[in-house]
C-alpha cells in the first residue's frame, strides 16, 4: 500500500502535488507564486476549481462554446487563517486559463472529471456566496467554509475548507464516504491540504477502514498533502497549533453523504 500521505517541498513553484492516477476521481496541486509570476491552467478533459488560499491575482483565459473571461485584481486574505472565506472560480474542460500573481499568492487547483453536456461556464465564485458553519462541539468544534457544496452546479467536484483551533478534533467522530450505497452514504474520494498556524507545527491524521486493509497514522507538516482513497480518516491538531485543510471530493455521483464509525458514534450524544 502507498504511503497516503505526501510531502510538500520547502522551494519552488509547485508546493505539493498529487501524483497522476493516484486517485481515480480527485486531482489536486497546491502553488506559491511571488509578485509578477504566471501560472498556466489548462483543464483538459477535468472540470477545475481555483483556490486562492492567499494573495492577490488576476486570472484571464476562455472556455470553449462559452467565451473569454476576466477576472482582475481578486482576493483579499493575507493566510488561510484570517476569518475570511477566499475567492475561488470554477473553470469547465476545455479551459485554459492564467494566473497572474499581484502578490506572494498560494492558490491550490482541484480537479475532477468534467462534463460539457451540462453548459456550465466559467465562474468566479465569491467570498459572500460561500455558506459559513460552526460543526461539532466542545474540543470537537471547527469552523468550515463551503467553496463549491453539492448545493452549488458542478459536474462532480466538492470544495470545502475547514480551520480547526488548538486542541481540538476535527472530521471527528471518525466519518467515511466510501461506498455507493445512497441515500445511506455516498462514494468519495477526498485529498487534505493542510497549513498549520505557526507553520513549524505538525498535526495528526488517520485514515483507516473498517478491516484495517488500510490503516496510516501520519504526522502531517505544513504544506502537506493527505490522500483518502477510503476508509475513515480524522485530525488531531496538538495545542499551540491550529490547523487549516481544504478538501477536495469526488465520485461518481455528486452526493455529499456519510457514514460515522459505529465504535466512536456514541459522541455524537454528549
Not at 483543464?43 to 476549481?49: H, N, P, Q, S, T
Amino acid at each position: 500500500m502507498m504511503s497516503l500521505l505526501v510531502k510538500s517541498n520547502a522551494r519552488g513553484r509547485t508546493m505539493v502535488e498529487l501524483g497522476n492516477g493516484e486517485l481515480e476521481y480527485v486531482g489536486f496541486a497546491a502553488y506559491r507564486l511571488s509578485l509578477g509570476e504566471t501560472l498556466p491552467v489548462a483543464a483538459g478533459d477535468k472540470e477545475l476549481c481555483l483556490v486562492l488560499l492567499s494573495g492577490r491575482i488576476s486570472l484571464k483565459g476562455e472556455a470553449p462554446g462559452q467565451g473569454a473571461f476576466d477576472w482582475d485584481n481578486i482576493g483579499d486574505r493575507l493566510s488561510v487563517f484570517e476569518d475570511k472565506s477566499p475567492f475561488a472560480a470554477y473553470l469547465p474542460p476545455g479551459s485554459q486559463a492564467q494566473v497572474v500573481a499581484l502578490s506572494d499568492v498560494q492558490i491550490a487547483v482541484c480537479a475532477a472529471p468534467g462534463s460539457t453536456s451540462n453548459g456550465l461556464g466559467p465562474r468566479l465564485i465569491t467570498p459572500e456566496t460561500m455558506k459559513r458553519s460552526v460543526r461539532g462541539k466542545g474540543a470537537n468544534t471547527r469552523y468550515v467554509c463551503d467553496i463549491l457544496p453539492d448545493t452549488e452546479p458542478a459536474h462532480s467536484l466538492l470544495v470545502v475548507e475547514v480551520r480547526t483551533p488548538s486542541g481540538h478534533s476535527s472530521s471527528y467522530p471518525p466519518h467515511k464516504h466510501d461506498t455507493d450505497d445512497l441515500p445511506h452514504q455516498s462514494f468519495l474520494e477526498e485529498t487534505y491540504y493542510h497549513q498549520i498556524n505557526p507553520p513549524q507545527g505538525f498535526v495528526f491524521q488517520r485514515v483507516y477502514t473498517d478491516d484495517r486493509s488500510i490503516d496510516q497514522a501520519m504526522a502531517v507538516e505544513n504544506s502537506d498533502l493527505v490522500v483518502v482513497p477510503k476508509g475513515y480518516h480524522p485530525v488531531s491538531v496538538p495545542y499551540g497549533y491550529e490547523s487549516y485543510y481544504l478538501n477536495v471530493m469526488a465520485g461518481p455521483k455528486r452526493v455529499w453523504q456519510f457514514h460515522n464509525d459505529p465504535q466512536h458514534s456514541w459522541l455524537m450524544d454528549l
